[in-house]
């Protein structure tokens, strides 16, 4: 099935929610102010049954309907988008202090969260910590060359692309960026939107970041 005979049905769907209704919505979400962690620090839980040390550091971000919300796309994808990614090469491959390591982007409406996530042996807990204030660290002094952010921008730009493989994923997204508010146009406009990302603008957001407390939650096996 082609695309064009599946935009056309959903074109006729988001009647409903076009127009004053959707720009309501987005004018609601840009007038909100996000949603804080409750209790930023450190949440640890001793699961008896835990073979390893499973480690998540959250971080705020901006709404989907946020104009930050595309750098901020790149930015995980600098630290932990893959073999090549920041995270994985340095604390993975060079250091051994994990055997799973990434970072994504939780996209919500009125705030998103940023989240280094790595499984790891318990000894190395504290290591994986430093190691994940250290990659923003440079992030933060240390502008990206034209290359690894050409590199991260094309990867996500393609991934999008496959995740629009099968008539239902396509109908997802356009869906779901109704839902949001954001109109079904979003489907074309966020590739460009990450196209558009500069070196300044993440440097600028990981500067953000490490102004904030981050959260933590453990999930660790009992000592022995």
Known sequence: ????????????????????????????????????????????????????????????????????????????????????????????????????????????????TLMLVAGTDPKNQQAVEAGFRQQLEKLASTPLTPDELQAVKDKLVGQFALAHETPAEQAYYLGYYEAVGLGYEYDKTYPKQLKAVTAAQVQALAQALLKQPPTWAVVRPADK
């Open 1 to 112: 099935m082609s695309r064009a005979r599946i935009t056309a049905p959903a074109a006729a769907a988001q009647a409903p929610f076009a127009g004053a209704q959707a720009a309501a919505v987005r004018a609601q979400v840009a007038a909100e102010p996000p949603v804080l962690p409750a209790k930023p620090g450190l949440h640890e839980v001793t699961l008896p049954t835990a073979a390893a040390t499973r480690m998540i550091q959250g971080y705020q971000l901006p709404g989907i309907a946020s104009p930050q919300y595309p750098v901020a796309k790149v930015l995980a994808a600098v630290l932990g988008n893959g073999m090549s990614s920041r995270l994985f090469t340095e604390l993975r491959e060079k250091q051994s202090l994990a055997y799973e390591i990434y970072a994504s982007v939780q996209p919500g409406m009125q705030a998103s």
